[in-house]
């Protein structure tokens, strides 16, 4: 049975062999056609064609044929689309070509592969044939020549970047790597006789000494550029400072005239219009160096140099060693060293401001691709097509201002232009309400404002009169306008002027302390410790003489049912509050409106955060406005409250309430 199945394997190959001689390579049905026995589905079918397509193209290659390979390879794409092959079959017979064939030929056949980058880019390719086009590139790239194959090593370079997308990691340089075998070559040996570079200037006439110094540590420069990371090393960052500044304050000296600069380059332009001009690598030879301090070109070359270098140092690089990390004064010394530079390119003809700014755009432009690949290179989409395609003409049309204030006005409302101001003004529709309310009250009380004064009057404290609280100005002015609104002696008539602000002060105090007996540091809060006998109220009056008055028994007995009857008017304390928010959750919307809210003023409770910032729950939510309404309602009695829970039927609620009050 396997024998007969290689036989009948042997006997397609043949038919296909031979139809492969005979076809012009236009239409790949003819497969199927002349073949019926070949299935697309079967997979040794499939590998038996992609042998056969190989195998048939060794004589192709052996003719040269640039026109009959392309033929070829397309022939072998529509036969993939009718899935007669495996779709990474035409890059296969491309890296075949390129592999046999001479760099001239490959570089003529790579235009075949820089046109079809839409069809590698199909679905049906561009994950089987994306690793093949890669190592394809890669092997020309490591036959190439970058310093004579420069052209070529370009094309390829933009057909990668053209064909894999912007977050595709094998095209990116996520590591920071940097190309170290880039060595300048330069002579070591000091035989270059000193040439003096004369400059007139306004002033005087400056001479530029062109000697091996200047030639070694202009061109030991590069192994910097080429390794910033060696830049971390004391030892080298004090070579390279050392360097930097030589070489630029030889620039700096050694100006280019705008004029003869502009000529030559218009004249070079002019001789050689066609001729393409590159230079990879300049000359190192020790007698040119003078020659390339007067090229703009080589000047603009060495500084933008710099410029990266910079940029890299200063920049937050993902991949950076964590103690490749630049001290303050090295830092300092790359900004003012920055500025040397650009204004060195400015001075630097023709056109140095218009190019100083290009260079800053795109080095601006690369920070912000440094800045992409710190954040993991995400995917770049495109975007939304509807945006796009939205017709930003068409737009609603704006209400009036007066159209605004007309419906706040039908809804009893403000409209103050801002969101934030028409929130606020429609928190309470009554301001003056709102202006009453126990949270604007910033007064102190006596008892709190003088505790430390009336302790300080006592003579067990024994201070002395120029060290009390009423000696100084500014508490005896804020005291003073706290006793004319809250102390009913400010305003009595005395037969004894007081000259002293703060004997004033005193007699006020004295007088607080005997009608508030409770205060601390006086004589009635001392006694209760040794006595159960009542407190009288004692006045002083301004005689120095005491009058003892003895509370009547029946203005006690009148006094007790007040207080019972003000106790059953005490708003509920907190804990019960919160009992009743644990039982009325998802109904405080029904109890904030039955409490008087209006609709708008439960939104903004609902918007408000809590104390942590986040959003409130709705048992919090019942809590917060039952201690608003605690606070601003005229009558927040737990007789109020429970009727209301009993006009919402909140049982549960209503229970709680009645046995705390009992």
């Keep these: 049975m396997a024998a007969t199945h290689e036989l009948s394997l042997t006997s397609t190959k043949n038919e296909l062999i031979n139809l492969f001689k005979g076809s012009n390579f236009e239409n790949p049905s003819e497969i199927t056609s002349k073949i019926p026995a070949l299935s697309p589905k079967n997979a040794e079918c499939k590998s038996l064609i992609d042998q056969i397509f190989r195998e048939y193209l060794l004589p192709l290659i052996s003719n040269c044929d640039v026109e009959m390979l392309k033929k070829y390879i397309r022939y072998n794409i529509e036969a993939c689309r009718l899935d007669l092959c495996t779709s990474s079959t035409p890059v296969v017979l491309l890296g075949d070509v390129f592999d046999m064939s001479?760099?001239?030929?490959?570089?003529?056949?790579?235009?075949?592969?820089?046109?079809?980058?839409?069809?590698?880019?199909?679905?049906?390719?561009?994950?089987?044939?994306?690793?093949?086009?890669?190592?394809?590139c890669n092997d020309l790239l490591r036959r190439l020549s970058r310093s004579q194959n420069t052209v070529f090593c370009g094309r390829i370079l933009l057909f990668l970047a053209q064909f894999f997308p912007f977050s595709e990691r094998s095209g990116l340089n996520i590591v920071s790597e940097f190309n170290v075998e880039n060595i300048t070559d330069y002579s070591?040996?000091?035989?270059?006789?000193?040439?003096?570079?004369?400059?007139?200037?306004?002033?005087?006439?400056?001479?530029?000494?062109?000697?091996?110094?200047?030639?070694?540590?202009?061109?030991?420069?590069q192994n910097f550029f080429r390794c910033p990371n060696d830049l971390y090393i004391p030892q080298k960052w004090l070579m390279f400072s050392t360097h930097s500044k030589y070489v630029l304050n030889t620039l700096k000296h050694y100006k280019l005239d705008g004029m003869s600069a502009k000529s030559s380059v218009s004249s070079l332009l002019q001789e050689n219009e066609n001729e393409h001009r590159y230079f990879a690598k300049f000359l190192t030879n020790q007698k040119?160096?003078?020659?390339?301090?007067?090229?703009?070109?080589?000047?603009?070359?060495?500084?933008?140099?710099?410029?990266?270098?910079?940029?890299?140092?200063?920049?937050?690089?993902?991949?950076?060693?964590?103690?490749?990390?630049?001290?303050?004064?090295?830092?300092?010394w790359i900004e003012k060293t920055t500025v040397i530079v650009y204004d060195l390119i400015k001075e630097t003809p023709p056109d140095g401001p218009e190019f100083s700014e290009i260079v800053k755009k795109i080095l601006l432009r690369e920070e912000r691709w440094n800045n992409w690949k710190n954040e993991s290179c995400p995917e770049i989409k495109k975007p939304n097509t509807a945006f796009l395609n939205f017709d930003h003409s068409e737009k609603p049309r704006e209400k009036f201002v007066g159209d605004l204030l007309r419906d706040a006005c039908a809804q009893k409302k403000y409209f103050m232009g801002n969101p934030r101001m028409t929130r606020l003004w429609n928190h309470k529709p009554d301001n003056m309400a709102a202006c009453r309310s126990k949270e604007r009250e910033f007064l102190p009380s006596l008892e709190n404002y003088f505790e430390a004064a009336i302790m300080e009057s006592d003579p067990?404290?024994?201070?002395?009169?120029?060290?009390?609280?009423?000696?100084?100005?500014?508490?005896?002015?804020?005291?003073?306008?706290?006793?004319?609104?809250?102390?009913?002696?400010?305003?009595?008539?005395?037969?004894?002027?007081?000259?002293?602000?703060?004997?004033?002060?005193?007699?006020?105090?004295n007088k607080i302390s005997k009608d508030k007996p409770t205060l601390p540091g006086t004589a009635e809060e001392k006694s209760k410790d040794f006595t159960d006998v009542e407190s009288q109220d004692v006045i002083i009056n301004t005689d120095g003489g005491e009058e003892a008055?003895?509370?009547?028994?029946?203005?006690?007995?009148?006094?007790?049912?007040?207080?019972?009857?003000?106790?059953?008017?005490?708003?509920?304390?907190?804990?019960?509050?919160?009992?009743?928010?644990?039982?009325?959750?998802?109904k405080w919307q029904e109890l904030a409106l039955k409490l008087g809210y209006t609709r708008d003023e439960i939104e903004f409770f609902a918007e408000r955060p809590g104390d942590d910032g986040e959003k409130r729950s709705e048992q919090g939510l019942a809590e917060y406005v039952l201690t608003i309404w605690s606070e601003d309602d005229d009558d927040p009695s737990a007789e109020n409250l429970s009727s209301i829970l009993e006009s919402l039927e909140m049982t549960e609620a209503l229970n709680i309430l009645k046995s705390a009050a009992k």
């Excluded at 508490?475 to 703060?502: E, V």
């Excluded at 007790?560 to 907190?574: H, R």
């Design 102 to 136: 001479t760099l001239d030929f490959c570089e003529n056949l790579f235009t075949f592969v820089e046109t079809n980058v839409n069809v590698w880019k199909e679905d049906l390719f561009f994950g089987p044939c994306k690793n093949n086009l890669l190592r394809m």
């Design 188 to 221: 070591n040996d000091g035989d270059l006789e000193s040439l003096s570079v004369e400059e007139s200037s306004d002033s005087n006439d400056t001479k530029v000494v062109v000697d091996y110094a200047l030639y070694s540590k202009f061109w030991f420069l």
């Design 288 to 332: 040119l160096l003078e020659l390339q301090l007067s090229d703009s070109n080589f000047r603009r070359y060495v500084l933008v140099q710099f410029l990266i270098l910079f940029q890299y140092l200063t920049s937050t690089v993902k991949s950076k060693p964590e103690n490749c990390k630049l001290k303050p004064d090295q830092v300092e």
């Design 460 to 509: 067990a404290a024994m201070i002395e009169t120029q060290y009390k609280k009423v000696s100084d100005i500014d508490f005896a002015w804020r005291g003073l306008r706290l006793l004319s609104q809250k102390c009913p002696y400010f305003f009595a008539q005395s037969n004894n002027p007081i000259s002293k602000m703060s004997d004033f002060l005193e007699n006020m105090l």
């Design 549 to 586: 008055e003895v509370a009547n028994e029946e203005s006690h007995s009148q006094e007790e049912p007040m207080e019972e009857e003000s106790n059953e008017k005490t708003p509920p304390t907190k804990e019960i509050l919160h009992q009743i928010s644990k039982v009325v959750t998802s």
